[in-house]
């Protein structure tokens, strides 16, 4: 198993991502985890989880605007961001993802969690409330899902078809490609940063292949019993879906369904598209404040 870690004069000068990271180790062998943890350290956090091809930058303007109020947490996954990358397809799986993110979980030993989870972030994340639903007090749910292996979208098609044969993986140009609005430069460039060349990209190319869509992939029995977990979950669950996503369109339906903490909720369809921290921003804020303040 090759570790690569990406150099810390890649990250100098990003936009509006002024924040000082923190490492945690998990894993045999040892791999670094990155986070971001700002504002008050009494205060109840919030788990902001990214996922593909994107990282904790994805969160810049979100965290920006909770941290004077809130305590802001958000990881970068291994093969992400700042974390650890592996140098194989073969070394990521989605189990393995599952088990990091857990020992990290249990190392800053967080509680009473407010998780905001989109793409792969909920797919990891979601694990997380069913592993260890006592650590969460609620739970917003944005352009995600926990698939059991009972097919996906046209759009999902189209993606695993383009992630899997394009030569050259465009980080940056994919999330500017997911975006309603046209991201700078500088924004491109900051998700090019974790990746110095395309061995970076193992963890990034292999994520659409390890998606649970067929019966045959793996995980599908613990998504399932994730499931059984969440389906028992009666702490407030919030839908936040984008209007204009056709990967995930239409998730949200099966979350108000069978997850008792989402019935009554006000859910809220937000502009944008896939990466929909990118395109409203504030309106998470908003919603993140309002939900954590029991507005």
């Not at 090019?192 to 060349?197: G, H, L, R, V």
């Not at 292999?206 to 995980?219: A, D, N, Q, Y």
């Not at 006000?266 to 502009?271: D, F, G, I, R, S």
């Amino acid at each position: 198993m090759k570790i690569l870690r990406t150099p810390d004069a890649a990250f100098a000068d990003l936009p509006d991502f002024p924040f000082t990271p923190h490492y945690v180790e998990v894993g045999e062998p040892a791999l670094r985890i990155a986070y971001i943890d700002e504002g008050p350290r009494d205060a109840a956090p919030i788990l902001l989880m990214h996922g593909e091809p994107s990282w904790s930058f994805l969160y810049r303007h979100i965290i920006a605007g909770l941290r004077t109020k809130h305590r802001v947490v958000a990881p970068d996954l291994i093969g992400f961001g700042r974390s650890d990358k592996l140098g194989g397809l073969d070394d990521y799986t989605y189990e393995r993802h599952v088990a990091w993110m857990s020992e990290w979980l249990q190392k800053l030993d967080l509680r009473d969690i407010t998780l905001f989870c989109q793409d792969w972030g909920g797919l990891i994340g979601l694990r997380l409330v069913a592993a260890f639903p006592d650590r969460f007090a609620r739970v917003v749910v944005a352009n995600t899902g926990l698939p059991v292996g009972t097919g996906f979208s046209e759009g999902f098609q189209r993606w695993l078809e383009f992630s899997q044969s394009v030569p050259m993986f465009p980080t940056g140009m994919i999330v500017n490609g997911g975006c309603a609005r046209q991201l700078s430069d500088a924004e491109i460039a900051a998700y090019d940063a974790p990746y110095p060349d395309e061995s970076y990209k193992a963890g990034a190319r292999v994520f659409p292949k390890l998606v649970p869509i067929t019966p045959e992939h793996g995980s599908v029995a613990e998504n399932k019993a994730a499931w059984e977990v969440l389906s028992r979950f009666e702490k407030p669950v919030l839908t936040a879906f984008s209007d204009a996503d056709m990967v995930t369109a239409g998730g949200e339906k099966v979350f108000h369904e069978r997850v008792p903490g989402a019935k009554g909720q006000a859910h809220v369809t937000l502009k944008g598209g896939h990466f929909l921290q990118e395109d409203s921003p504030a309106e998470i804020v908003a919603l993140l404040d309002g939900f954590v303040s029991g507005r």
